[in-house]
């Protein structure tokens, strides 16, 4: 029967009239599964990079005399800003001179912004280093799934995402460990390991990938934009990061202030461009508007959570960077087991209430920091509960969000969709960050815990707004998904 089965799939694909053509490849592609191998390894290393730095933070604050919290955030958030500003137009790029010839020079500027973190003479250095690190990230990131589809026959696609999704999943839950056992060595290491990987992917990549435009030639994206976009928010950050420096006095006002006007310029050219870094027509759909603000605003509680807890555990506990990185790990595994899970159940029953269930129960767990967690270590009994609940509303939460942002879109929007919430969420980090560096303060030895539960409680905030977001989308009714006018028809989302 298998036989008879695999014969009449083979005469199907000969016979264009009793079935869709055979799947051909483009042009210089390798096997569907080398290609997949090395995209998925460029995903994991930059996706790895995102989490491995925040734990090494109090290493690199202690190797700069006189650095503060509020210095080292920098090195999160340069990486941060530039990813979410410049992955959108890197993509545009992509589609005109070739998504090859981008993911490679992007695997370049990583590479070589990784070296250059590692041997960074002063704390400035390593801050632009990590600048041309995030914008090598920004390219590889939408290139790899542009390179990626069209390599692989369309019956294998809906597996190939998932399994290209969950290496990203890995990269977050290897990122604590594998970055306190390199910072043990010291924090150099967890750059210089980027290295070798980007040099294998490399190699690789001139090896299987295809090169692939877009022959409608689309016109180059937006670059007066870009700066706009990168000048708004570092100066919102900066408000935010020197706050209590600059006691919150015109300083602090003029930075707010420059960055909404930034903003609203950054709006208007959006408006009038050919190709611009935002597509607001989008944003003009409800249920994307309301599923990147809650993005957004679980990505800022999510990523204060992330440092909060490097400082707290080595801070106020005393514990070493690799134990530290050890008992962060839980976390964002139980993130990566919910997550699949996740994304089918918001399938069946609207990515609202999945979502919403999941930034829920992520602010339950700052909520048990906040009522039982002190400075007497509890880390089985207290923390690791804790943690375990966070991190599974983190695993509910984060694939609702796609969905929700993409039910409503039109096919031919859905990548500029998914790849506008991603600078979303990208922009919600280096806020959360900013933040975070803005409650916590400068706190002496006996307000420590009091400052730590600010944060937390902030952290409860922004992840109920995500919530209520969430909860404000309701589901499309069958057959309204993906259609062109799916959301003129259902304007709430």
């Given at each position: 029967?298998?036989?008879?089965d695999?014969r009449?799939?083979?005469?199907?694909?000969?016979?264009?009239?009793?079935?869709?053509?055979?799947?051909t490849?483009?042009?210089?592609?390798?096997h569907?599964?080398?290609?997949?191998a090395?995209l998925?390894?460029?995903v994991?290393?930059s996706?790895?990079d995102?989490?491995i730095?925040?734990?090494?933070?109090?290493?690199?604050q202690?190797?700069?005399?006189?650095?503060?919290v509020?210095?080292?955030s920098?090195?999160?958030?340069a990486?941060?800003i530039?990813?979410?500003?410049?992955?959108?137009?890197?993509?545009?790029?992509?589609?005109v001179?070739g998504?090859?010839?981008v993911?490679?020079?992007?695997?370049?500027?990583?590479?070589l912004g990784?070296?250059?973190?590692?041997?960074?003479?002063?704390?400035?250095?390593?801050i632009?280093?990590?600048?041309?690190?995030?914008?090598?990230?920004?390219?590889?990131?939408?290139?790899?799934?542009g390179?990626?589809l069209?390599s692989i026959?369309?019956r294998?696609?809906?597996?190939?995402?998932?399994?290209w999704?969950?290496?990203?999943?890995v990269?977050?839950?290897s990122?604590?460990?594998l970055?306190?056992?390199?910072?043990?060595?010291?924090?150099?290491?967890?750059?210089?390991?980027?290295?070798?990987?980007?040099?294998?992917?490399?190699?690789?990549?001139?090896?299987?990938?295809?090169?692939?435009?877009?022959?409608?030639?689309?016109?180059?994206?937006?670059?007066?934009?870009?700066?706009?976009l990168?000048?708004?928010?570092?100066?919102?950050n900066?408000?935010?990061?020197q706050?209590?420096?600059?006691?919150?006095d015109?300083?602090?006002?003029?930075?707010?202030?420059?960055?909404?006007v930034?903003?609203?310029?950054f709006?208007?050219?959006?408006?009038?461009?050919r190709?611009?870094v935002?597509e607001?027509?989008?944003?003009?759909v409800?249920?994307?508007?309301?599923?990147?603000?809650?993005?957004?605003?679980?990505?800022a509680?999510?990523?204060?959570?992330?440092?909060?807890?490097?400082?707290?555990?080595?801070g106020?506990?005393?514990?070493?960077?690799?134990?530290?990185?050890?008992?962060?790990?839980?976390?964002?595994?139980?993130?990566?087991?919910?997550a699949?899970?996740?994304?089918?159940?918001?399938?069946?029953v609207?990515?609202?209430?999945?979502?919403?269930?999941?930034?829920?129960?992520?602010?339950?767990?700052?909520?048990?920091?906040?009522?039982?967690?002190?400075?007497?270590?509890?880390?089985?009994?207290?923390?690791?509960?804790?943690m375990?609940?966070g991190?599974?509303?983190v695993?509910?939460?984060l694939?609702?969000?796609t969905?929700?942002?993409?039910?409503?879109?039109?096919?031919?929007?859905?990548?500029?969709?998914?790849g506008?919430?991603?600078m979303?969420?990208?922009?919600?980090?280096a806020?959360?960050?900013?933040?975070?560096?803005?409650?916590?303060?400068?706190?002496?030895?006996?307000?420590?815990?009091?400052?730590?539960?600010?944060?937390?409680?902030?952290?409860?905030?922004?992840?109920?707004?995500?919530?209520?977001?969430?909860?404000?989308?309701?589901?499309?009714r069958?057959?309204?998904?993906?259609?062109p006018?799916?959301?003129?028809?259902?304007p709430?989302?």
């Amino acid at each position: 029967m298998a036989t008879l089965d695999r014969r009449a799939a083979a005469a199907a694909d000969a016979d264009p009239s009793s079935g869709p053509p055979p799947f051909t490849p483009p042009p210089g592609a390798g096997h569907p599964r080398a290609v997949f191998a090395v995209l998925a390894l460029a995903v994991f290393v930059s996706t790895l990079d995102v989490f491995i730095v925040n734990i090494a933070v109090p290493a690199i604050q202690a190797d700069f005399a006189h650095s503060t919290v509020a210095d080292v955030s920098w090195v999160l958030n340069a990486y941060a800003i530039v990813f979410a500003a410049l992955l959108v137009p890197a993509g545009r790029l992509g589609d005109v001179v070739g998504r090859r010839r981008v993911f490679t020079a992007g695997l370049l500027a990583f590479g070589l912004g990784s070296a250059l973190c590692a041997v960074a003479p002063s704390l400035g250095f390593l801050i632009a280093a990590r600048v041309l690190q995030g914008a090598g990230a920004a390219a590889v990131t939408p290139a790899s799934l542009g390179l990626l589809l069209p390599s692989i026959p369309p019956r294998r696609r809906a597996a190939a995402i998932g399994a290209w999704s969950a290496l990203g999943a890995v990269g977050a839950a290897s990122g604590p460990s594998l970055g306190g056992l390199l910072t043990q060595v010291g924090w150099h290491w967890i750059f210089i390991v980027n290295v070798p990987l980007t040099v294998i992917v490399l190699a690789g990549a001139y090896r299987v990938l295809p090169e692939i435009r877009d022959p409608a030639r689309p016109p180059l994206p937006d670059g007066l934009g870009t700066v706009i976009l990168v000048a708004a928010v570092s100066l919102a950050n900066l408000g935010l990061v020197q706050g209590h420096s600059w006691h919150w006095d015109g300083r602090v006002i003029g930075c707010f202030a420059a960055a909404v006007v930034l903003t609203a310029g950054f709006a208007a050219r959006s408006r009038r461009h050919r190709a611009p870094v935002l597509e607001l027509s989008i944003v003009r759909v409800p249920a994307f508007a309301l599923s990147s603000l809650s993005a957004a605003l679980f990505s800022a509680a999510f990523s204060a959570m992330l440092l909060a807890n490097v400082l707290f555990l080595t801070g106020t506990w005393h514990y070493s960077i690799l134990r530290a990185g050890l008992a962060l790990t839980p976390g964002p595994v139980a993130a990566a087991v919910c997550a699949p899970f996740a994304g089918r159940l918001a399938q069946r029953v609207g990515p609202g209430l999945v979502g919403g269930a999941g930034a829920l129960l992520f602010g339950t767990g700052s909520v048990m920091w906040v009522a039982f967690i002190g400075p007497e270590p509890a880390y089985w009994s207290l923390f690791l509960p804790a943690m375990l609940i966070g991190g599974s509303g983190v695993g509910l939460a984060l694939p609702a969000f796609t969905i929700a942002a993409t039910s409503t879109l039109a096919p031919r929007t859905l990548a500029t969709g998914i790849g506008a919430q991603t600078m979303f969420r990208q922009i919600g980090s280096a806020l959360g960050v900013a933040a975070f560096v803005a409650v916590f303060g400068t706190p002496t030895a006996s307000t420590v815990i009091g400052a730590h539960d600010d944060v937390r409680w902030f952290m409860i905030a922004t992840a109920a707004g995500a919530a209520l977001a969430l909860a404000l989308i309701r589901r499309p009714r069958p057959g309204a998904t993906g259609t062109p006018d799916a959301a003129d028809r259902h304007p709430a989302g």
